[in-house]
T-cell receptor, first 114, second 110 residues
Framework: DAGVIQSPRHEVTEMGQEVTLRCKPI?????LFWYRQTMMRGLELLIY????????DSGMPEDRFSAKMPNASFSTLKIQPSEPRDSAVYFC????????????FGPGTRLTVT | GNSVTQMEGPVTLSEEAFLTINCTYT??????LFWYVQYPGEGLQLLLK?????DKGSNKGFEATYRKETTSFHLEKGSVQVSDSAVYFC?????????FGKGTTLSVSS
């Protein structure tokens, strides 16, 4: 298996632009997670899905952020409009379940908003 | 609620030194416990895990034992290498998304 795939790997955009991050989970995994990592705030869970349904989006920082999972093999995280404070590395992860199940992380998307 | 506390870093060691990174947790029920490692420029990857009390997880020379009596899951390695330099995260799994600690940066010099 190719693992969790994220695109793009790097994104540089100007403040006010829309940014879309993409994730393909490992086939057969029922759970998908979006995280944000910064030096200041560490690793933060933004939202997670089970069978394509959002379960907990309490970590989404504000209405500028939205996430969708239209099918079992694809998810997007959108920021509109983007701001410099959104600059971070965004990770997608997937797993077979919760509790004892391992989460598999993608390589991340490094977002820079100027 | 459930939470994980791990020691603040950075931890700086010489090659072949002994490593301990402390992790304690608060949880209801019987969670699973994990250690993840993040190498520079990469995503997190599972290092080891334990799913019940007294279990020992081990991988690549690292070990951690699930201690229910002390609610701990400390990471140890007998002889660290330069290639072990990374950020280490303790995590707890209990029916929802994993709960991660803040991470401990390990730097090993030759």
């Amino acid at each position: 298996d190719a693992g969790v795939i994220q695109s793009p790997r790097h994104e540089v955009t100007e403040m006010g632009q829309e940014v879309t991050l993409r994730c393909k989970p490992i086939s057969g995994h029922d759970y998908l997670f979006w995280y944000r990592q910064t030096m200041m705030r560490g690793l933060e869970l933004l939202i997670y899905f089970n069978n394509n349904v959002p379960i907990d989006d309490s970590g989404m920082p504000e209405d500028r952020f939205s996430a969708k999972m239209p099918n079992a093999s694809f998810s997007t995280l959108k920021i509109q409009p983007s701001e410099p404070r959104d600059s971070a590395v965004y990770f997608c992860a997937s797993s077979l379940g919760t509790g004892p199940y391992e989460q598999y992380f993608g390589p991340g998307t490094r977002l820079t908003v100027t | 609620g459930n939470s994980v506390t791990q020691m603040e870093g950075p931890v700086t060691l010489s090659e072949e030194a002994f490593l301990t990174i402390n992790c304690t947790y608060t949880a209801t029920g019987y969670p699973s416990l994990f250690w993840y490692v993040q190498y520079p420029g990469e995503g997190l990857q599972l290092l080891l895990k334990a799913t019940k009390a007294d279990d020992k997880g081990s991988n690549k020379g690292f070990e951690a034992t699930y201690r229910k009596e002390t609610t701990s899951f400390h990471l140890e390695k007998g002889s660290v290498q330069v290639s072990d330099s990374a950020v280490y995260f303790c995590a707890l799994g209990a029916g929802t998304a994993l709960i991660f600690g803040k991470g401990t940066t390990l730097s090993v010099s030759s």
